[in-house]
């Protein structure tokens, strides 16, 4: 037939094009299998020969054949080596072309030899062959640690370039196990670290640490470099997956989740396994407050870092060429062809200074990271403690000037979004994560006095003292030998930072957080005091009013530092009359209010509750004073203002809607209801609610809003103390009053003049709760 039709027929071709599919569908097969090295190898070669033009695979399953044959264990594994550098020449283009292509994604590119490697069952060999001496006490011919990370090197290439690749690796958690034990081998820690990262980046269950053989002498095997990188994979072990922006955001379904969820999870309980290896946290510390070689100057280390940043995104890269520098240190010859190609210049020689110090950077990104984690975990005041042993705080405070906040030049300055995965630059990210560690470090914890030094503890003290009121119980217990040295705390090095901060910068946002962060729970004068003395109100206001500033995230964070800074304080409240003290200034105040009251609810809260204390101290001099000129008090103190307000808090929210973002508008729409009932005057607010939304003609749809948002705050508040407690600090009102209210608010008896219920007319009560059962 084949001499009748001829070699080029079209009944040969289809017949070509049929044995070709046959191969792959029978190689397809033996994957689901769970045999694809074994069934690959198994195909006459002559036939992998005779289609490998046709198909273009390169000479793939030749090779992959001749890596089964030659990698047996009584082999000596020289073939071996040869074959996989072969094999990784033609993966590694297609894994650089991947990067370099602003990393698309495998479904909008096609890698034939990745592919090609994966379908005949290269990746499945690989796992094999670096798992084989763990089945076998046979020490004969032991693999060396360059073939072990060839293959490592290899199925990083197929991780990068095929997505399918990595899920089945990270389904196979005795293969991800087995990783963990090879990162004791110095010489193979930085292939196998990048591929676990990899790899746990898209495992669906997050794995468990203690499942790790030997975790704790792992960790105590690294040394400070690889106990940096080591933190880049914890920190996908210890964090909660990220819920998103969809509806499981909502605080209706993270409340139904938790009652689904009572257990720890697993990240909790991957905290906690990490707490017990003995002088993990102190290594962690040593690392942050570590410090880097000076001799490069700051504007050189500002160049260099822009120009190496073009193409160095990977903190493991850089650690690789690092290392390599290192090693030529202690030895001529270069490793392997490949590194050799890099340079004909010894790589030490060539480095420039300042990747050093990038290299120091990235690695305190990834402890702050783990510290801040396990700061915001539930062994929040264990890790506290060890935090303030180990001067966590006086070490990174010695960094401050000289490496966490340098000085910046309008050509170098790089202006940037808040996202809290920033990676525009090593030092952008590492300023970032230094301010969020100072966040929850300070935020409702009486070690935050730590961030201050002996003499600004004193003048705390003295200031206290002016006031003739006590000194608040955690400054008195704060153990002065673990303090900030120098003549600046922590906390007066970020407020100079701070106003120095350009207006279009987004530093500002963290930077404001983490000053709020130090005024937050139970209010202290003096905490206020010390913070007005140094210019934090007028430069507040100013970044509000005259800075030009439109970024909602920054503004918000700005009026939550000003409602702390301001609450109770008469003295704030003259600051405030004073640098706004024309009309025009006080409506662009009002103006940037207004615009959204989400953003800027906590500090109405913080006017309202201010108003009401200095209303019951008519008696004080510089009460009355200030309660007659401010402008911001005596737009507050008319009552159709704070209606006003009431009405479009509870109209901007509902039980499906709220988040921890939006929530504080209910507290504080009943904040401003609770001083209302103390003043006998709740009848009438609710009364002009129910006048409120039959003027926008919807009768009952205000009120049935506001009664299930109540029902929800009662379900989300009742059981949760550390909730309970920072409304009662924040506000100065005990939680049993606010309980009490909200009970009242909720009654049944439409006689009562307190209860929802008796403003909404029969015909429009929706009160069936059918929202908070489900």
């Known amino acids: ?73 009584n082999s000596d594994f020289s073939r071996t080596r040869t074959v996989l550098k072969e094999l990784s020449s033609l993966l590694s283009m297609e894994a650089m072309s991947f990067v370099t292509e602003d990393r698309k994604t495998a479904q909008e590119s096609t890698f034939p030899n990745t592919y090609t490697f994966d379908l005949f069952g290269g990746v499945d060999l690989l796992v094999d062959i670096l798992m084989r001496p763990t089945l076998t006490s046979m020490k004969k011919n032991k693999m060396n640690d360059d073939l072990v990370k060839d293959c490592l090197s290899v199925l990083y290439n197929c991780c990068i370039c095929t997505e399918g690749v990595t899920k089945s690796l990270a389904a196979r958690d005795d293969f991800v196990f087995f990783l963990f034990t090879l990162m004791t081998n110095k010489k193979i820690f930085l292939q196998t670290a990048t591929l676990i990262e990899d790899i746990l980046g898209v495992k669906k269950e997050m794995i468990q640490l203690d499942g790790i053989p030997n ?44 009652k689904r969820n009572t257990s720890p999870s697993r990240a909790e309980h991957n905290q906690v396994t990490l707490l017990n290896i003995p002088g993990f946290i102190e290594r962690l510390c040593k690392l942050a407050t570590r410090k880097v070689s000076e001799a490069t100057g700051v504007s050189n280390f500002l160049q260099e870092l822009e120009e190496w940043y073009t193409w160095l995104d990977n903190a493991l890269v850089l650690d690789a060429l690092v ?30 200074q300042s990747m050093k110090v990038v290299n120091e950077i990235m690695h305190k990104v990834e402890v702050l990271y783990v510290l801040c984690v396990l700061l915001m975990g539930r062994q929040r005041n264990q890790v506290h403690k060890m935090l303030a042993e180990f001067r966590l705080i006086p070490g990174l405070n010695s960094l401050f000037d000289k490496l966490i906040w340098r000085k910046y030049t309008a050509a170098n300055h790089v202006v940037h979004g808040q996202n809290e995965n920033c990676d ?29 030094n002996s003499q600004e503890l004193n003048e705390l003290s003295a200031i206290s003292l002016k006031a003739n009121i006590p000194e608040v119980d955690a400054l008195v217990n704060t153990d002065r030998s673990l303090v900030c040295d120098g003549k600046k705390g922590l906390l007066t090095r970020l407020l100079t930072v701070m106003k120095r901060e350009p207006p ?4 500002r946002f963290w930077q404001a957080r983490a000053v709020e962060s130090f005024l937050r729970g139970a209010t202290s004068y003096a905490d206020q005091m010390f913070l007005l003395k140094r210019g934090l109100l007028e430069h507040i206001l100013f970044c509000i009013i005259d800075s030009g500033c439109r970024s909602r995230d920054v503004l918000q964070s700005y009026f939550d530092l000003l ?98 973002e939006n929530v504080s508008c209910l507290n504080t729409s009943l904040v401003v209801l609770m001083l209302a009932r103390r003043r006998g005057k709740l009848p009438f607010y609710l009364s002009a609610l129910r006048e409120k939304e039959r003027a926008e003609k919807y009768p009952g749809c205000l009120l049935n809003n506001f009664h299930q948002l109540l029902r929800f705050w009662q379900h989300h508040y009742l059981n949760k103390d550390k909730d309970s407690t920072c409304l009662e600090n924040s506000s100065c009102i005990p939680f049993s009053y606010w309980k009490e209210t909200v009970s009242v608010l909720l009654g049944e008896d439409r006689t009562s003049l307190c209860a929802i219920a008796s403003y909404i007319d029969e015909p429009y009560m929706e009160l069936d709760g059918a929202l908070l059962e489900d």
């Open 424 to 452: 525009c630059s090593p030092e952008i990210s590492f300023k970032i994560q230094f301010l969020r560690l100072l966040q929850s470090f300070s935020d409702h914890h009486e070690n935050k006095y730590l961030l201050l």
């Open 563 to 660: 409602g702390e800074l301001m609450k109770f304080n008469v003295d704030a409240f003259k600051r405030f009359n004073k640098y706004v003290n024309t009309e025009e200034k006080f409506q662009a105040f009002l103006s940037q209010i207004d615009s959204s009251l989400v953003d800027s609810n906590m500090l109405l809260r913080c006017i309202v509750l201010s108003l009401d204390r200095f209303e019951n101290l008519a008696e004080d001099v510089r009460v009355v004073e200030v309660l007659s000129e401010c402008f911001l008090l005596s737009f507050m103190a008319r009552v159709e203002n704070r209606l006003s307000f009431l009405f479009r808090l509870i109209n901007i929210i509902n039980v499906q809607t709220l988040t921890q």
């Open 323 to 352: 290392q390599m520098a290192t090693d030529e240190v202690e030895q001529s010859s270069t490793e392997s062809s490949d590194e050799s190609t890099l340079a004909t210049a010894p790589l030490r020689h060539r480095l420039p």
């Open 1 to 73: 037939m084949a001499t009748l039709l001829g070699p080029e027929s079209p009944w040969t071709e289809r017949n070509k094009i049929y044995r070709s599919r046959n191969i792959l569908t029978r190689i397809r097969q033996s994957q689901i299998a769970g045999r694809g090295f074994s069934r690959g190898t198994q195909l006459p070669e002559a036939l992998l020969q005779e289609r490998d033009n046709r198909a273009r695979w390169h000479g793939i399953p030749v090779l992959v054949q001749e890596l089964y044959a030659s990698s047996h264990l």
């Open 504 to 507: 279009d910068s987004s530093f």
């Open 215 to 258: 975790l704790p002498g792992l960790v105590q095997s690294f040394d400070q470099q690889q106990l940096a990188n080591f933190c880049r994979i914890l920190s996908v072990t210890i964090s909660e997956p990220d819920v998103g922006n969809d509806d499981k955001h909502t605080l209706l379904a993270k409340n139904a989740q938790q």
